[in-house]
T-cell receptor, first 117, second 114 residues
Framework: AQTVTQSQPEMSVQEAETVTLSCTYD???????LFWYKQPPSRQMILVIR??????QNATENRFSVNFQKAAKSFSLKISDSQLGDTAMYFC??????????????FGTGTLLAVQP | EAGVTQFPSHSVIEKGQTVTLRCDPI?????LYWYRRVMGKEIKFLLH????????ESGMPNNRFLAERTGGTYSTLKVQPAELEDSGVYFC????????????FGPGTRLTVT
């Protein structure tokens, strides 16, 4: 069974600085996706970034980038130039690439990020 | 295009009562998922519909939970009778057929059982 671990329940960062959120996972699969989802206060969860395990290049979306270390089963999220709107709960998630028809997500416990002005 | 909507946003009920949660997926999305987050823990998969059929209900906790998706549009999740441990946030997500990965989430329903 796959598991996802986020060891930082809460983090804080000053506006305009850089912060890194950690995520590790455990799987015997070789083909899978990894995701970071963001849930702002009282709003719905949105996809921030995804990484396909077969791609060695780390994914980047504007100020968001990941450090994907497949052998170490590590998938951290770096947020550069943090903005107040980045304040949210961040969830790391795993999905088997060939998970049959279900494609269910397996989530970590989340990291609550607070961006301070 | 409207996103995934869920109703109610918050429900407080007493142990032993019945509650029905509703999810309206994005129009045209055949795949509908229910997840649950118990306070402080991870978000866990409950079940997956493809149109009106249950594709995978391996995450349903027990037979007090009943999910339906009549007509393949909106879905309901009924908890009967509710227990204290059912408290949490219930999320719904939808995904179009052919899309391999992205699920679009609703805002969740916070269920409190007292």
């Amino acid at each position: 069974a796959q598991t996802v671990t986020q060891s930082q329940p809460e983090m804080s960062v000053q506006e305009a600085e850089t912060v890194t959120l950690s995520c590790t996972y455990d799987t015997s699969e070789n083909n899978y996706y990894l995701f970071w989802y963001k849930q702002p206060p009282s709003r719905q969860m949105i996809l921030v970034i995804r990484q396909e395990a077969y791609k060695q290049q780390n994914a980047t979306e504007n100020r968001f980038s990941v450090n994907f270390q497949k052998a170490a089963k590590s998938f951290s999220l770096k947020i550069s130039d943090s903005q107040l709107g980045d304040t949210a709960m961040y969830f790391c998630a795993f999905m088997r690439r060939y998970g049959g028809a279900t494609n269910k997500l397996i989530f970590g416990t989340g990291t609550l990020l607070a961006v301070q002005p | 295009e409207a996103g995934v909507t869920q109703f109610p946003s918050h429900s407080v009920i007493e142990k032993g009562q019945t509650v029905t949660l509703r999810c309206d997926p994005i129009s045209g999305h055949d795949n509908l998922y229910w997840y649950r987050r118990v306070m402080g823990k991870e978000i866990k998969f409950l079940l997956h519909f493809v149109k009106e059929s249950k594709q995978d209900e391996s995450g349903m906790p027990n037979n007090r939970f009943l999910a339906e998706r009549t007509g393949g549009t909106y879905s309901t999740l009924k908890v009967q009778p509710a227990e204290l441990e059912d408290s949490g946030v219930y999320f719904c997500a939808s995904r179009p057929s052919g899309s391999s990965y992205e699920q679009y989430f609703g805002p969740g329903t916070r269920l409190t059982v007292t």
